[in-house]
């Protein structure tokens, strides 16, 4: 059975700093593309950043591109999103997404996505 369990939201300062994690299971052999997703009441899920299932390829959104890192661990099926200089927009119920493909790259597009975690929240705030 597929499963994406993200962890490591919290609270934290603004210009601080944080690390999500979600490990993925369920997959055996197929290697997903992984997405982060955020979503804030009001407002509609958006994409943060994505690594394929090779990690050779990445992309961030704007908003968070030098600020956000994306990493995985192929030995442990884990994705990582190292946050850094976190800002009070930053603050969301942070998802990520699984896409079992033979494309070696991601999309930031909810669409795209078969599979989802429960979410951690995230809180930046003084």
């Known amino acids: 059975q597929v499963q994406l369990v993200e962890s490591g939201g919290g609270l934290v300062q603004p210009g601080g700093s944080l690390r999500i994690s979600c490990a993925a299971s369920?997959?055996?052999?197929?290697?997903?593309?992984i997405g982060w997703f955020r979503e804030v009441p009001g407002k509609e899920r958006e994409g943060v950043s994505c690594?394929?299932?090779?990690?050779?390829?990445?992309n961030y959104a704007e908003s968070v591109n030098g600020r956000f890192t994306i990493s995985r661990d192929s030995a442990t099926n884990t994705v990582y999103l190292q946050m850094n200089n976190l800002k009070p927009e930053d603050t969301a119920v942070y998802y990520c997404a699984a896409k079992t493909d033979t494309w070696d790259g991601c999309v930031s597009q909810r669409w795209w996505y078969d599979n989802w975690g429960q979410g951690t929240q995230v809180t930046v705030s003084s």
């Open positions: 690594i394929s299932r090779s990690g050779r390829t990445t």
């Open positions: 369920g997959f055996a052999a197929n290697i997903p593309a």
